[in-house]
């Protein structure tokens, strides 16, 4: 699977006008990207890099789930984080590797605001740290 149809919809069509995704998104090589939908424990999301553009978001989303908990106007939404204690949707992530400095680990590219209400939740100690989340991960395409 070289593309999931929602993030080509968001990374080439929905945020294709944001300039500090667009940097991000010229700097990889989209064609060597092979992606993997991956369980990760919430110690491993808490290391997960965030480009500054975005780090708002997700801290807005963070000190809220902080402060009240999951609200959402979607009853879909807060039924799946009682029963499952996780986000209805997985975001996105690639490695480090692809983004060309080296270096190891992931950095997000989707679900800023469903990240920070994770982690949020983590620190209301509502969600076990070693409880598993699913993440798309982008990773380089091996020959």
């Not at 090589?29 to 999301?45: A, K, N, Y």
């Not at 039924?79 to 997985?90: F, V």
Request: charged share 30%.
């Amino acid at each position: 699977m070289l593309c999931l149809q929602e993030m080509f919809t968001r990374l080439f069509h929905e945020e294709a006008n944001d300039e500090e995704l667009a940097a991000i998104v010229r700097s990889i090589d989209w064609g060597r990207v092979h992606w993997e939908l991956t369980e990760m424990s919430g110690i491993v999301l808490r290391h997960v890099r965030v480009d500054r553009g975005y780090q708002l978001a997700l801290d807005d989303a963070r000190d809220h789930a902080v402060c009240y908990g999951i609200v959402d106007e979607r009853e879909e939404v807060e039924t799946h984080w009682r029963e499952a204690n996780s986000r209805i949707g997985a975001p996105a992530a690639v490695s480090a590797d692809l983004l060309g400095g080296g270096g190891s680990g992931y950095e997000l590219l989707i679900g800023f605001t469903r990240s920070g209400s994770l982690l949020g939740m983590l620190d209301r100690q509502e969600v076990k740290e070693m409880q598993k989340h699913l993440v798309w991960i982008g990773r380089e395409l091996r020959k």
